[in-house]
């Protein structure tokens, strides 16, 4: 297979910007995100990145010169945690049992991830349905 020696795990890309822009406080031309990355990553490889940052919404952008800069949404572990979260997301819909998938998750969660599901259900503005396939379970209390 052609291309770059060591291939980046997916989304380290991703992570590695958020984490450049977090560090930075202030909005970066794609240039200066470049920079601040050293290596050889090609000026599109970073501009193609921040990109589909921007339309995940984990990024602001706003006219600088002739490009954008681009900042965060929020704290660095929000953005984070919102691509997570849109990762999840997308590996649930591409499930062919979505009842079985959430269900198998759930199973694997340790109980303090388990309470935590817990409580944002009990607590998201439709919390006093049940989930329609399956309960989180109860693993006690720590």
Do not use: W
């Amino acid at each position: 297979m052609a291309g770059r020696p060591h291939p980046r795990p997916s989304g380290s890309l991703e992570n590695e910007i958020v984490a450049c822009l977090a560090a930075a406080g202030e909005p970066l031309t794609p240039a200066q995100v470049q920079a601040e990355l050293g290596g050889d990553l090609a000026y599109t490889t970073v501009l193609t990145t921040l990109t589909r940052l921007y339309s995940k919404q984990a990024l602001h952008r706003a006219p600088r010169g002739r490009t954008y800069a681009y900042q965060l949404v929020g704290s660095k572990t929000e953005a984070q945690a919102g691509l997570t979260a849109r990762q999840m997301q997308k590996l649930l819909e591409a499930g062919v049992d979505r009842a079985s998938v959430l269900s198998r998750f759930v199973d694997n969660l340790d109980e303090d991830s388990a309470r935590i599901l817990r409580d944002l259900l009990a607590h998201h503005p439709d919390g006093d349905q049940p989930p329609s396939s399956g309960r989180i379970p109860d693993r006690g209390s720590k």
